[in-house]
């Protein structure tokens, strides 16, 4: 398994008040929205990346960060054999992720994922 990504969620009520500072400002694009969660990134190869979301999708809490993964069972399995607890999924949601929660040592909520 391999990490492809992190993204840092922030979590607000209302995600389109992130526009004027991290796009006009920071001159971020959006490279996702979907109402409850706006994704602003600086390239195609997405390195760069900051979310901002009222929830986590599927009304779940927002996770701290989404870590995309190239293998979500592998990831998931290695989550359990460290006895991390699953607290939600793991599920294939229907904007094309497959993705389960978990906590991490200090308590975060993490997202971790894999696109279909």
Known sequence: MKVQRIVTNVETPDPGLA??????????????????????????AMKVQVSFASQGGADTPVPALSIEVDDVEEALARVRDAGFPIEYGPVDEPWGVRRFFTRDPFGKLVNILSHR
């Open 19 to 44: 526009w004027r500072f991290y796009a006009e400002v920071l001159g971020l694009e959006i490279v996702m929205d979907h109402g409850w969660i706006v994704t602003y990134g600086a390239d195609a």
